[in-house]
């Protein structure tokens, strides 16, 4: 058993069950890609049993802060089981949902979802990759299914030095699947969406846009990164007559028009834009456009920390914007997904925005991706959505 020690004072994190081992907190010790490593103290005490990954800044996830406890098929039986056991105990108003949310569900860097009768696993991290036969048997042995995808694609790998791999890993078929989430009916392909193929974690925000939409009367509405549309199909159905949905990718269009029609709802009252938020917004200001419900859903601006500052620049630039663009008393639902934006910065952040346009607004709530995309207590890095609902004055 190889042994990882952390530099005097580093050994406080994994104290309080923070699950990560940086570069630069490591005194000695180096092992293989994925490879089983024993976490310890300065003077030898046992801190975890964890992934070591050689190229990674996050130089070892803990699987377990528990000595006694073998990293071995029955681990991940065990945390696979967990996970699924803690869905079983949530609201989830549809058949697709995420089975496994990486650190938060003990499991560090396995992201795993379920869309009807398929399961699509990322496995983002050195760990899960070496153990990537033994988590396919588990999570099949849980949920009995027989059809396992793969979308190893994200820029993540690339940081754990791990090349891509798509593809199924059990089973076989069609990669183009329906799924229902609340009363509508969805399309993706989990071959070819972004992530595993739809973004699950907005699921409860989609049904109190809807909500929201019918409660204020809102009728023109402008669903910014609208991917596939999730938030335009939930406009109309709030009683919205006039949906422009905005993303600069086609297929993803292509799809949030099918939707428009899979769910019953007149074509004439979406368009699809297939252009740049920014520009789109600056553009409908210049024309005098005016709506009165906006949602702001951008892709992560702010990956990391270190990315904050020119994140929260962008930010404020498109919140201002759309602002801007709304009807006094018009309602703005305004997101953030990135993990290094803390959700008390994100709100500065549109204050700032506010300031700039030269509007007031009232929040009236706070939300966060659903529950089958956990935080546990000692891992804040699992706080990367936050979103508010804003009533302009
Ligand atoms: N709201 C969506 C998810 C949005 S994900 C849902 O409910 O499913 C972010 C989206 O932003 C992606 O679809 C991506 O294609 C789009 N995107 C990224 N940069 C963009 C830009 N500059 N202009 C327009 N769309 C952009």
């Known amino acids: 058993m190889k042994t990882i020690t952390v530099r005097a004072g580093k050994e406080r994190s994994l104290q309080k069950r923070h699950p990560w081992v940086f570069e630069g907190s490591i005194a000695k010790g180096g092992a ?8 310890q103290s300065v003077d030898g005490a046992f801190l975890g049993w ?4 050689p190229k990674s800044a996050i130089r070892v996830r803990v699987w377990s802060f528990d000595e006694a406890e073998r990293i071995d098929a029955a681990f991940f039986a065990r945390r696979i089981a967990r996970a699924i056991a803690l869905r079983k105990r949530l609201v989830i108003d549809s058949d697709a949902l995420r089975l496994v949310h990486g650190e938060a569900d003990g499991l ?5 979802d379920r869309y009807g009768d398929t399961l699509v696993a990322q496995f983002g991290a050195a760990g899960v990759e070496r153990w990537k036969k033994t988590i396919c048997e588990a999570l099949l042995g849980a949920t009995g299914l027989t059809r396992l995808y793969e979308r190893s694609d994200a820029s993540v790998r690339a940081l754990e030095g791990l090349p891509e791999a798509t593809g199924w890993l059990a ?19 989990v071959a070819e969406g972004h992530k595993t193929g739809y973004y699950l974690d907005q699921r ?7 909500e929201a939409v019918r409660h204020h009367g809102c009728r023109r509405v402008l669903n910014c990164f609208s991917y596939t549309g999730g938030f335009s199909v939930a406009a109309l159905t709030g009683g919205a007559s006039e949906v422009i949905s905005v993303d600069s990718s086609a297929p993803a269009l292509a799809r949030a028009n099918a939707h428009v029609e899979l769910n019953g709802f007149e074509a004439s009252r979406h368009q699809a834009l297939d252009a740049d938020v920014n520009a789109t917004l600056r553009a409908m200001i210049h024309e005098g456009r005016r709506f009165d419900a906006i949602v702001l859903d951008p892709p992560k601006f702010a990956p990391t920390i270190s990315h904050a500052e020119r994140a929260a620049r962008a930010y404020k630039d498109i919140n201002r914007l759309g602002l801007q663009l709304l009807e006094p008393g018009g309602l703005l639902f305004t997101f953030s997904c990135s993990g290094g934006i803390a959700p008390d910065l994100f709100h500065k952040i549109v204050a700032g925005a506010g300031l700039d346009a030269g509007v007031d607004g009232a929040i009236i709530e706070r939300v966060a991706a659903a529950p089958d995309h956990p935080q546990t207590i000692c891992f804040p890095e699992g706080d990367y959505l936050k979103g508010l609902m804003i009533l302009r004055a």
């Open 32 to 39: 293989d890609s994925g490879e089983l490593v024993r976490v």
């Open 50 to 53: 964890g992934a070591y990954s």
């Open 108 to 112: 560090p860097g396995l992201v795993v």
């Open 171 to 189: 089973g076989g078929g069609d990669t183009a699947l329906t799924i229902r989430e609340h009363q509508w009916r969805l399309s993706l392909d």
């Open 204 to 210: 409860d925000n989609r049904k109190r846009f809807a």
